[in-house]
């Protein structure tokens, strides 16, 4: 099994980062309280336009994704002023346990690191301890002032790392 390699996606992988992204919200039971949202998150097109998709790969196969974008932007929700949040990672259920996550997560940091960003702030469903442990492991910490539900019974809570990240 080689590396994982992240990198911008192209028009080229819109379909595939769909389907993917739709299938790994399905199979960890996100879309159960909310499954308007898989069209949301089917519309890669419009995440490409307005935000920075990264896809991570191995041996040239997709196998996961993530939006990055700035405060401010069309898919910001929990960042503020000069800093970063990223939203809608997904790997693929069939590969997960192989380091994708972990690599878009490393990816999105860094990117926020090289734009100069304080901090980066994400949102977490809070039935989803795969997801806090993950992210706890790069250092995020709770910010209970970032939590929010976008519909009845979807609570999402916010978490924060500041810059430059000293988790590996």
Partial sequence: MGAVRVRLITPDDYDAVSRLTVEAYRADGQLEASPDYAKALADVASRAEAADVLVAEIDGVLLGAVTFTL???DYAEASR??????RMLAVDPAAQRRGVARALVRACLDRAASLGCSGV????RDDNPGAFALYEGFGFARDTSR???PVPR???LGL?????????
């Fill in 71 to 73: 405060a401010g932007g």
């Fill in 81 to 86: 002023p000069g800093e970063a949040e990223f």
């Fill in 121 to 124: 702030a994400i949102c977490v």
């Fill in 147 to 149: 939590d929010w539900s």
């Fill in 154 to 156: 979807v609570k999402l």
């Fill in 160 to 168: 924060w790392i500041g810059l430059p990240a000293l988790a590996k």
